[in-house]
């Protein structure tokens, strides 16, 4: 199970297209809200979550999205339960994918410290210790990392990539007529 995690402000295409892919790839994947049910997106789309934080489970879990967007990068940060998860993840090497601003949550704790990863530019200096590269997509470790709204595509099929296999990756990927 992955978790796609919403919060007011969040960037909505960021969120919907890598969810759009996913569940393409029949990747068991839940948009999770860390309040609300019904989550207003940064350009005031709003978004009804599948569950609530209270719902989360760590049984089967794959791994974390992130979406970025502001002011919903803030919001996920500053939440003390999706720290605690975000560690979990950290601890059982279990995949963590962020976005745009996002990047900068796992770069304030240190997470990306030897690791590739890219954000949305001017967010560079909170990736600490990391190799900030300027491609669209990275991946390095258990992280996957994009750069913002235009490489939302790119992400889920990097996603998808990682958790089911190249392959299906390239079929989405042509399917959607992406690259």
């Known amino acids: 199970m992955l978790y796609l995690f919403l919060a007011d402000g969040f960037e909505e295409t960021e969120a919907i297209a890598c969810l759009d892919v996913i569940r393409r790839a029949e990747i068991a994947v839940q948009t999770v809200s860390i309040d609300k049910p019904l989550v207003k997106g940064s350009h005031g789309i709003s978004v009804k979550a599948d569950i609530s934080m209270d719902e989360i489970t760590t049984e089967h879990l794959e791994g974390i999205i992130l979406p970025g967007g502001m002011p919903g990068t803030l919001n996920l940060e500053k939440d003390?339960?999706?720290?605690?998860?975000?560690?979990?993840?950290?601890?059982?090497?279990?995949l963590i994918a962020a976005i745009c601003a996002a990047p900068s949550i796992l770069g304030k704790r240190g997470l990306l410290k030897g690791e590739k990863a890219v954000c949305f530019p001017g967010f560079e200096d909170f990736l600490e210790g990391a190799?900030?590269?300027?491609?669209?997509?990275v991946e390095s470790g258990q992280f996957v990392t994009a750069k913002a709204m235009g490489a939302a595509i790119d992400f889920g099929i990097a996603i998808v990539a990682r958790l089911k296999s190249p392959d299906l990756a390239e079929h989405i990927k042509r399917s959607i007529c992406h690259g």
Request: proline letters at 0%; one cysteine or more.
């Open 80 to 94: 003390e339960r999706l720290s605690a998860l975000i560690e979990y993840c950290c601890q059982n090497n279990l």
């Open 131 to 137: 190799d900030v590269l300027k491609e669209k997509c």
